[in-house]
């Protein structure tokens, strides 16, 4: 099987997953990220004004953002956004460190 069937299936069971988990943010991301990788760009900036949203969402409410720092590049945010992303990623590792 080929990796671009393979990302399909695996694009059909996170569009499963989000029926079933709408309400969980990082499910909605994890969909978009599996989006672009298979480069359906359908209803793209609907999807990254979403994106955009919801990480500005966790940020406010000093959550752990869904995105990762190494994907934030991947997206429209803004430079604070990611500086934002990655200070919220760095403390949770500093925090597993010193557990």
Not at 29 to 37: D, K, R, S, V
Request: aromatic fraction near 8%.
């Amino acid at each position: 099987m080929g990796n671009c069937v393979l990302w399909t299936l695996s694009v059909k069971l996170v569009h499963i997953y989000v029926v079933i988990e709408s309400w969980r943010r990082h499910v909605i991301l994890l969909l978009f990220c599996a989006l672009q990788i298979i480069c359906d760009w359908s209803d793209y900036d609907g999807r990254m004004k979403k994106l955009v949203h919801i990480v500005q969402e966790q940020l406010e409410k000093n959550r752990l953002p869904s995105v990762h720092p190494h994907h934030s590049m991947l997206y429209p945010l803004s430079h604070t956004q990611r500086k934002g992303i990655a200070a919220r990623h760095a403390a949770l590792c500093l925090e597993k460190v010193r557990c």
